[in-house]
């Protein structure tokens, strides 16, 4: 049987077992999917562990991600803008380095009816999470893509990234810090961490109003602080729980060659996370 794993630090409360193993299932596939928790300084020897025992591929989270870059032998153009690689395919000798966050969440807005092409969007942050979405938001040739953050010069250095990117067209991209975000936007994403502390990145509220979707990466039972703000100043917004499921069915089809129905188990885990 095909093994496959997901291995970050920590890892309990990781949904990725319960969702490979759901895509598993309703394909009829048969494979074993586990969690695995790695010791801080213990990634290199976790590599040679999934050689050792053949497993055909990891999926790796926080704060791995960089070093499975390090570490991977080939890299899709997207998990090179990324910097990271979320997902890792072991075959042949090969080990082949991915970054399904980005396609996750254009998966997610596109189901949501929110498109990206001709689009102006605002990218809150600059730090990892930022950076893995950047590739797929150009794939989806926005006319504009602003990059704010509390440390300008984040902004500004993942902005040049992108510019200098094969993706980015004819799109225009600028930074700024969070106050100084001007602009008519479709779509605002918060790629920050702030929810983590409660916190909203202050950036100009008269730009959420009717007609604009808030998206925010990170997800909880309830509303994130800044979905709920969206919402409460009549913007459409969602959470990032259907990005983590897209994620992983990409994840699925570059390992399994067939990409999983989504939106059943994305409906699921809500109902199953609001029951808690
Ligand atoms: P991740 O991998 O989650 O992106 P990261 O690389 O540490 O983690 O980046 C965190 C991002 O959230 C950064 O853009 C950070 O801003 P700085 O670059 O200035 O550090 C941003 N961030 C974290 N806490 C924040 C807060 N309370 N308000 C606004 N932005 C915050």
Redesign the pocket.
């Known amino acids: 049987m095909d093994r496959y794993y997901v291995l970050g630090n920590p890892i309990a409360h990781s949904r990725s077992p319960r969702i490979h193993s759901a895509f598993a299932a309703a394909l009829g596939q048969e494979l074993s999917y586990e969690a695995r928790l790695v010791p801080m300084e213990g990634f290199a020897r976790e590599i040679e562990f999934l050689k050792q025992e053949g497993f055909r591929g990891c999926n790796v989270t926080?704060p791995f991600?960089e070093q499975a870059f390090r570490a991977a032998d080939r890299l899709s153009d997207r998990a090179s803008l990324a910097g990271a690689v979320n997902t890792l395919s072991y075959d042949g000798g090969i080990l082949s380095g991915d970054n399904t966050d980005g396609e996750g969440l254009a998966r997610d807005l596109a189901c949501l009816g929110v498109p990206l092409e001709g689009r102006s969007v605002l990218l809150?942050?600059?730090?990892?999470?930022?950076?893995?979405i950047v590739a797929s938001l150009l794939l989806g040739h926005p006319r504009r893509l602003h990059i704010a953050?509390?440390?300008v010069s984040?902004?500004g250095a993942l902005a040049d990234l992108a510019r200098s990117s094969p993706m980015a067209g004819s799109c225009d991209v600028s930074s700024s810090g969070?106050e100084e975000a001007e602009g008519d936007f479709d779509l605002i994403i918060n790629?920050?961490?702030?929810s983590?502390?409660g916190?909203?990145?202050?950036f100009p509220g008269s730009l959420l109003h009717e007609g604009v979707f808030a998206y925010d990466l990170m997800y909880a039972p309830e509303d994130t602080p800044f979905v709920a703000r969206a919402r409460s100043l009549g913007a459409g917004a969602a959470d990032g729980l259907g990005m983590l499921v897209e994620q992983a069915a990409e994840s699925f089809r570059i390992w399994r060659g067939v990409r999983p129905d989504t939106a059943d188990l994305k409906d699921r885990l809500r109902q199953e996370m609001r029951r808690g």
């Open positions: 926080v991600k809150l942050g600059a730090g990892g999470a930022a950076r893995g953050n509390r440390t984040r902004a969070f790629a920050t961490s702030a983590l502390s916190e909203i990145p202050p």
